[in-house]
Structures are given as structure tokens and as C-alpha cells.
């Protein structure tokens, strides 16, 4: 991918496509509050369980993409490190749910952000940015 990116352009680089991950995540627990159904595998109903599970999804993503942004207003190298892994790991353990519900969609799609998320955590720690201080 951009094996020889400068410092600034993989600190970039990483911070876009972190903040797309996160923001799609996020977007995804706000649809489950939302609009239920949209998320549901075809022919389940909503009840007041899946509309918990819902509430617990995005009580735990919108702070992490708050956190998330934050980190990379301030371009702490460190940090986006730290939530860019645990982004991806997420969007992995994402894909192992569209694999219980065996639904192509969600698998592929969780899968591709996941390796574009550790390609771009590549790119930063081979340009040194995410070993410098910040």
C-alpha cells in the first residue's frame, strides 16, 4: 500500500481511515436504536431485548468515536496506535457475528475495514509516528 509514507502522511492516512471505521460503527449502533429492523437478519422481529442490546451497543461506540476523534484532532501518534487496533480488532469480532448470521454483507464488509484499519496502523508504525511521544 504506502510502504515509504512520511510521517505526516501516514499519521493522515491512519486518522481517516480510523475515523471512517469508528463512525461507521457507530452509525450502525445509532441504526439499531433507530431503525432495528435495518441491522436485523431478515424475518426477526424487534422486542424490548433487541432494543436493549441496541442501547448497550451505542453506549459503548459513540464514546469510543468521541474518544476517537479526539485523538486525532490532537494527532497523538500513541493514541490513534491504541484506538486504531482496537478499532480493527472490533470490526473483526464484527465479521464473526455476520458469520453466525451467515450474511455475506456482514462479513465482507467488517473484514475489508479491518485490513484497510491494520494496513493504515502498518504505515504509521513503519513511518516511526506512532513510536514518537504524543
Given at each position: 500500500?504506502?510502504?515509504?509514507?512520511?510521517?505526516?502522511?501516514?499519521?493522515?492516512?491512519?486518522?481517516?481511515?480510523?475515523?471512517?471505521?469508528?463512525?461507521?460503527?457507530?452509525?450502525y449502533?445509532?441504526?439499531?436504536?433507530?431503525?432495528?429492523?435495518?441491522i436485523?437478519?431478515?424475518?426477526?422481529?424487534?422486542?424490548?431485548?433487541?432494543?436493549?442490546?441496541?442501547?448497550?451497543?451505542?453506549?459503548?461506540?459513540?464514546?469510543?468515536?468521541?474518544?476517537?476523534?479526539?485523538?486525532?484532532?490532537?494527532?497523538?501518534?500513541?493514541?490513534?496506535?491504541?484506538?486504531?487496533?482496537?478499532?480493527?480488532?472490533?470490526?473483526?469480532?464484527?465479521?464473526?457475528?455476520?458469520?453466525?448470521?451467515?450474511?455475506?454483507?456482514?462479513?465482507?464488509?467488517?473484514?475489508?475495514?479491518?485490513?484497510?484499519?491494520?494496513?493504515?496502523?502498518?504505515?504509521?508504525?513503519?513511518?516511526?509516528?506512532?513510536?514518537?511521544?504524543?
Open positions: 500500500m504506502f510502504t515509504s509514507a512520511s510521517p505526516a502522511t501516514a499519521l493522515r492516512i491512519a486518522s481517516w481511515i480510523t475515523a471512517i471505521n469508528v463512525l461507521i460503527a457507530a452509525g449502533s445509532v441504526a439499531g436504536i433507530v431503525s432495528p429492523t435495518s436485523l437478519p431478515a424475518g426477526l422481529e424487534t422486542n424490548e431485548a433487541s432494543s436493549i442490546f441496541a442501547l448497550y451497543g451505542a453506549a459503548r461506540a459513540m464514546p469510543f468515536a468521541i474518544v476517537t476523534l479526539v485523538v486525532i484532532y490532537q494527532q497523538w501518534p500513541r493514541g490513534l496506535a491504541l484506538v486504531g487496533a482496537l478499532a480493527g480488532v472490533i470490526q473483526l469480532l464484527d465479521a464473526g457475528v455476520g458469520f453466525t448470521q451467515a450474511d455475506p454483507r456482514k462479513i465482507i464488509g467488517p473484514l475489508v475495514i479491518a485490513v484497510l484499519q491494520f494496513l493504515a496502523l502498518s504505515v504509521l508504525y513503519r513511518s516511526g509516528k506512532s513510536t514518537t511521544t504524543g
